[in-house]
C-alpha cells in the first residue's frame, strides 16, 4: 500500500509536457500606391480567398505614395511594393537594389484624352494646344515624354499645364483642351458625364512595363522563397478576377465600400476599363526584356536617367517560370 501511495504521488508531481507552439502565418506588408479602390480588385481577392495564408503568409496592405513607398523597400523596412517599371528603371538609376519580380498590368495605362468634338485623336495635333499635366513628375511625366519620342511630337509647340489631379474637370470646364490621366480615370469620367471622348494611349506608340510587383535584392537573396510565395498568390488572385470580374468587384466593394451605392456605376465603368489592361499572353505575370530595353533607351535619350543600369537587376522572371 506504501508502494503504491508513493507511485501515485510521483505521477501527481511529475511535470505536464509544454506542447510545442503552432505557427501562425507570417505578417507581409505589401504596400499600394494611392488609396484603397476597385483597381486593387486582384489583391483583395487573393486574400479573401485566402491564397496568401495558403503559402503561410498574412498579408497587410499599406497605401502610400510610390515613391515613399520604394525607399521603404529599398531600405528594408518592408519587402513589398507595387511600382511602375519606369519607377524601377528610376530607382535603378539612383542606386535604389529594387527589382520588378510580376507583371501585373501588360499595358501602359496612361492617355492623353480630349472631348471628341476638339478633334485631337493624335499625338501630332496636340500641338499648338493647351495639355493639361497633375504634375511634372511620375507616370505622368514619363508617359507624356514618352509620347513625344515615339510620336516625334514637337514638344515646344505644345503648352503643357501643371494642372494637378484635375483633369476630367479641367478638360470639362475648358481650361485646357486635352489632359493627361490614367485610361481608367479622366476618360472615362468624361464619358460618364454624356461627352465623346477621343484617347491617344501611351501603349499605342511605345510599349513600357506597367505595374507590378517589386521587392529589394536583400529579399531575393535571402529569402527568394517569400518572394516566389508572393507570387504564386498574387497571380491566383490576378487570374481570378480576369476570369470571374463579377465576384472580383463583388469582394472590392467590400474593402472599399464607398465604391459602392451611388458611386458604383463610375466605380464599375473604371474596375472594367482596368480588366483590359490586366489581361496578357502565358506565362502570367512574365515581363518582356524587349519593353525594358525599349524603355530604358527612351529613358536615356530624353534625359530621365542620365547614368547606366544593369538590365538583368531591373526584373526577373524566375518566379513564375518564364525566360
Known sequence: LAFLLSAAAC?????TPTPAPTRG????????????SVQFAPFYVAIEKGYFREEGL??????????????????????????????VILARA???????????????????????????????KLEGHRVGIPCLCGASLTAWKALVYAAKVDEKAVNLQTIGFTQAASVQEGKVEAAIDYIVNGPVQLRLAGREVDVIPVFNYIDLPSNGLVTSEVVLLERPALAE????ALLKGLRDTLNNPDEAFRIALKVVPEAGGENEKVNRAIF??????????????????????TAVRFMREMGLITADVDMDALFTNRFIGGK
Open 11 to 15: 505521477a501527481r508531481s511529475a511535470p
Open 25 to 36: 502565418p507570417e505578417p507581409i506588408t505589401l504596400a499600394l500606391g494611392y488609396i484603397p
Open 58 to 87: 498574412e498579408v497587410k496592405l499599406r497605401y502610400g505614395f510610390e515613391s515613399d513607398m520604394m525607399k521603404l523597400v529599398a531600405s528594408g523596412e518592408i519587402p513589398f511594393v507595387i511600382a511602375s517599371g519606369e519607377e
Open 94 to 124: 539612383q542606386g535604389l537594389p529594387l527589382t520588378y519580380i510580376m507583371r501585373w498590368y501588360n499595358q501602359f495605362p496612361v492617355a492623353v484624352f480630349a472631348p471628341k468634338e476638339a478633334g485631337l485623336n493624335e499625338p501630332k
Open 229 to 232: 510565395k508572393m507570387v504564386r
Open 272 to 293: 472594367d476599363e482596368s480588366l483590359k489592361l490586366w489581361q496578357q499572353p502565358e506565362p502570367l505575370g512574365a515581363s518582356d526584356r524587349a519593353t525594358w530595353e
